[in-house]
């Protein structure tokens, strides 16, 4: 009876004991460093072939400010992304068409995008918030964003038609086509 008591406290202290455990990684074992959790970080919250999306924080004593600062950045952020997509369609666009002056088309094309692009983060969408109180009293405040890629494409295609030049050498569903590409590359993670 008492060997019994003693086994079954020995493999209840062991049990217990195995739960309670960490494991550490090696990283963790050789410099002390923690792993950090950033939110939205998930799959919902990345880019993919419907949306750009993008992820910022702000920290501030005032909350508002925080938040301010944490949307600019998501926004800032973004607005990168979409012109560096644009930027790509448009290489790619005019290298696969026989554009008249394909300097002056690119160079207008860029100054579009820019317009396009200042436009649509008016029409930004806030998709997630995660507001922390920091020990000394300050605010992190965590935001995530997103525009839809069919408004970015119509107000670009909007824009376009309304040049007379561009017009020209505009080929609207060759040009969609390289857009969804460039779009479906963003959602596989490639650059």
């Known amino acids: 009876m008492k060997t019994q008591l003693l086994v079954l406290t020995t493999v209840g202290l062991l049990a217990f004991t195995a739960c309670k455990s960490k494991k550490k990684t090696p990283i963790q074992q050789e410099t002390g ?12 919250y990345r880019t993919d072939e419907n949306y750009f999306r993008a992820k910022q924080v702000g920290k ?13 950045n998501a926004k800032s952020e973004m607005a ?13 666009y005019t290298n696969q068409r026989t554009v008249g ?22 029409n930004v969408k806030e998709i997630g918030e995660k ?9 992190t405040y965590w935001i995530a964003i997103e525009a839809g890629k069919k408004e970015v494409f119509e107000r670009l295609d ?29 959602a596989e993670g490639q650059p």
């Open 80 to 92: 990168g992304n979409i012109q560096a997509m644009i930027k790509r369609v448009t290489d790619q």
């Open 158 to 186: 909007q824009k376009i038609s309304n040049d007379a030049k561009l017009r020209l050498d505009y080929d609207k569903k060759k040009f969609e086509e390289i857009f969804n590409a460039e779009m479906k590359k963003l």
């Open 131 to 139: 507001i922390f109180k920091e020990p000394d009293g300050s605010y």
């Open 60 to 72: 501030s004593p005032d909350l508002a400010t925080a938040k301010k600062i944490a949307f600019q």
């Open 101 to 122: 002056n394909a300097q002056e088309f690119e160079n207008k094309f860029e100054e579009l995008a820019r317009e396009v692009v200042n436009l649509q983060l008016s």
């Open 33 to 44: 460093a923690k792993e950090i959790s950033v939110p939205f970080s998930s799959k919902e």
